[in-house]
């Protein structure tokens, strides 16, 4: 990577000085007890004075720049008397063409990549020297800078992944409740003709149905806020657990009878949380155990249990697929990504949906070994009152 690409991925050139930059070069200043200092970055062309303390900052050329120079020189420099220098007595800031620098120390910005991208200086009109342990400060403010650069840059980017979930959530949802709409119509229509009025037991299927569909464009809609409040506000009430994953199982009766798969639930406990967040987590983690129980060409098994610890639950989803092994643990729940083979339908999407409910519940989730042989899904969750 380029200076000027590494200085660039900032993306603060031009822009307004940032408060916490200018406390630090402020607080350069102060420790020193010099009236001016500066935090530069540099590109093959110019140096742009980024923060300051003691005059406005601007923008010079790398052959008027004494920080440019010091990049040449790894690590901390000082220099008492620049009139004195050779690297440094012909330069505008020091002759008086621009100031009359005497007394100049810098510190490189190295990117964690290893760039170095600029300088934190100070100086003064007057000699003088800097202790080992106000050099030892500087090269602390130095690497500060960088951090604060860093978490501008991540912050920025969390933003952007943010807005794109919030696109990519809009988008699902239209795409899912078009069809999920047409299918409640359907469904309206069959129930009320003659044939399924004398059906009892058709009746009683379309009503089912109906209902599952309700309650789906119903989950959409609040999945879709969650993903517009970047995941940070949910609901709190408290959830019979059971209740909860028999409505759970009831969603999945089609893929569990499908799959022949025997699904056994141990869950007398409450938990404090947003109930149609914890459905979805819950419908997500017990779906996975079943395809991919059913991908692996075994009898399908899959096991609910609770287990009470200090102030939490902790509920495990264990089945009798291929597992995951040690080093995949946390990727999969990466957005997109996946543990099986492509032939396994599903758009990768649910463990990463799960973590993000998870953590906004203040709790945590992971995938261990399960007793059956597969994979072993487990979540802490808050108790209920």
Not at 2 to 10: E, H, K, L, P, W
Not at 28 to 55: K, R
Not at 166 to 172: L, N, P, T
Not at 323 to 350: A, C, H, K, W, Y
Request: net charge negative.
């Amino acid at each position: 990577m380029t200076r000027r690409d590494a200085i660039a991925q900032y993306e603060i050139l031009g822009a307004s000085p940032e408060e916490d930059l200018q406390g630090l070069a402020q607080l350069a200043a102060t420790l020193c007890a010099v009236p001016t200092a500066v935090i530069n970055l540099i590109d093959d062309e110019n140096q742009y004075q980024v923060a300051a303390a003691g005059f406005e900052p601007s923008v010079c050329s790398i052959e008027e720049s004494m920080c440019a120079v010091a990049l040449q020189t790894p690590g901390l420099l000082v220099v008492p008397d620049a009139t004195n220098d050779d690297r440094f007595a012909s330069n505008p800031f020091v002759t008086g063409a621009l100031a009359n620098v005497r007394f100049y120390a810098s510190s490189p910005l190295i990117t964690p990549a290893g760039v170095p991208i600029g300088t934190i200086c100070i100086f003064d009109d007057v000699t003088r020297d800097l202790t080992d342990e106000l050099s030892g400060c500087l090269a602390l403010i130095a690497r500060q800078i960088v951090d604060v650069l860093e978490l501008r840059r991540a912050t920025r980017e969390l933003e952007r992944s943010n807005e794109q979930l919030e696109r990519f959530a809009g988008q699902v949802s239209h795409d899912l409740r078009n069809p999920l709409t047409a299918v409640a119509g359907f469904i309206e229509l069959a129930a009320d003709s003659p044939e399924v009025v004398a059906a009892p037991m058709v009746a009683a299927a379309l009503f089912r149905a109906d209902a599952a569909a309700t309650r789906m464009d119903s989950m959409i809609a609040d999945l879709l806020d969650f993903a517009r409040l970047g995941g940070s506000r949910p609901r709190r009430e408290e959830i019979d657990l059971d209740e909860l994953m028999t409505a759970v199982l009831d969603d999945l009766d089609q893929a569990i009878r499908i799959t022949e798969t025997v699904v056994s639930v141990d869950a007398d406990a409450r938990v404090s949380g947003d109930p149609t967040l914890l459905r979805a987590l819950f419908q997500n983690v017990v779906a996975n155990a079943v395809k991919f129980s059913h991908a692996a060409g075994v009898d399908p098994k899959v096991e609910v249990k609770t287990y009470a610890l200090d102030g939490t639950w902790r509920i495990t989803v264990d089945d009798n697929g291929p597992g995951v092994p040690d080093d995949q643990r946390e990727r999969v729940f990466g957005l997109m990504e996946r543990n099986v083979s492509s032939e396994t339908p599903g758009l990768g999407i649910g463990l990463s949906t799960c973590r993000r409910i998870v953590d906004a519940h203040g709790g945590s989730i992971g995938i261990d070994t399960s007793p059956l042989g597969g994979a072993s899904v487990w979540v802490i969750l808050p108790r209920g009152a």
